[in-house]
């Protein structure tokens, strides 16, 4: 059974850091993109970020320069670092693997785990 359980959420002050973690499971990941998107209240879930397997990074406009991400591929974990929190970050953020990153570049992917919260208040 492929789990993808995402950990690291919370609740911070603008300005403030998160990390967060997605440990992956009941497969081989191997050859996989993985990566974040993000649904926020009232609002269709959006892409964030993804890393190819070979460590290529892709974002969204609205957190370049302020997200990070990264993958342990021993692990089959992927982490995204959050600086300068924003409270428009505020969403429930899901974890992601997909066989191709043009897959979840493209807003879809094989794998969703269950999500983790972020608020980020003012």
């Known amino acids: 059974q492929v789990q993808l359980v995402e950990s690291g959420g919370g609740l911070v002050q603008a300005g403030g850091s998160l990390r967060l973690s997605c440990a992956a499971s009941?497969?081989?990941?191997?050859?996989?993109?993985m990566g974040w998107f993000r649904q926020a209240p009232g609002k269709e879930r959006e892409f964030v970020a993804a890393i190819s397997w070979g460590a290529t990074t892709y974002y969204a406009d609205s957190v370049k320069g302020r997200f990070a991400i990264s993958r342990d591929k021993a692990k089959s974990t992927v982490y995204l670092q959050m600086n300068s929190l924003k409270p428009e970050d505020t969403a429930v953020y899901y974890c992601a693997a997909a066989i191709t990153i043009a897959t979840m570049r493209g807003g879809s992917s094989n794998y969703w785990g269950q999500g983790t919260q972020v608020t980020v208040s003012s």
């Open positions: 009941g497969r081989s990941f191997s050859g996989y993109a």
